[in-house]
């Protein structure tokens, strides 16, 4: 674990370089305990697979007291919550205009489309993190038989609701904007509303876990209508 700067107002607390279920769990239960703490001078609070970054007013905050009660709280090792972890079922079209990489994937990984449909739908997977825009989720981890690299060329248009892969994430693209991952089918779900207030703004958190379905593409465009 360390502490370093991120410009005048940021510290980063980074628990390690992999990712895995523990280190997860550090962070967000860092990011909670600061966020429960409501420290005066302290912004935000953003966790990531491994890591917490604290952005603070330098003017409002002693740099060094909040390096040493950074340290005293990472010391102290606050786990993450993991008591009935929230758990969201969401449906997705796999394949055809819903998901135009699926048969690419399968190619790749020499098994049937429907194999990598049963393979997607068969876990829960956590959400690591949001990020790369607003309620982006990072969920892991994706089993080896389906895995797939990033495209070699982005797309300049993903549609909102495309659920991707890329190498052992898979994530959700909440609206329409360029991407790079392996489209392998699409949700009809909402995943970010600005107007909806600041709790119910996201429909994931990081903690959370995802089970996918699959639904018709007749369903797909019901559940849209």
Not at 41 to 66: C, D, H, K, M, W
Not at 154 to 182: F, H
Not at 189 to 213: K, N, S, V
Request: net charge neutral; proline share 9%; charged share 20%.
């Amino acid at each position: 674990m360390k502490i370093f700067e991120v410009g005048d107002g940021a510290f980063c607390v980074e628990f390690g370089p992999k990712i895995d279920l523990k280190t997860n769990q550090n962070a967000i239960g860092l990011a909670s305990h600061l966020e429960r703490m409501n420290w005066p001078g302290i912004q935000e609070v953003v966790p990531a697979y491994s890591s917490v970054t604290i952005y603070f007013n330098p003017l409002n905050i002693n740099r060094l007291e909040l390096t040493a009660e950074l340290l005293k709280i990472v010391n102290s090792r606050p786990a993450e919550k993991s008591e009935n972890p929230k758990v969201h079922r969401v449906p997705v079209a796999y394949g055809a205009e819903c998901g135009p990489d699926l048969e690419g994937v399968a190619r790749l990984n020499g098994i049937p489309a429907a194999a990598v449909v049963k393979e997607h739908t068969g876990i829960e997977f956590r959400v690591f993190m949001l990020g790369f825009m607003p309620g982006f989720p990072y969920c892991g981890i994706v089993p080896p038989k389906i895995r797939a690299p990033r495209l070699s060329s982005p797309r300049t248009r993903v549609p909102a609701g495309s659920v991707g892969i890329a190498g052992a994430q898979t994530g959700i693209y909440p609206m329409e904007s360029p991407g790079g991952w392996q489209l392998i089918g699409r949700t009809p779900l909402t995943l970010f509303d600005p107007t909806a207030g600041e709790e119910r703004m996201f429909r994931f958190a990081p903690g959370d876990y995802i089970r996918f379905y699959s639904i018709s593409a007749e369903e797909f465009h019901e559940w849209k209508n």
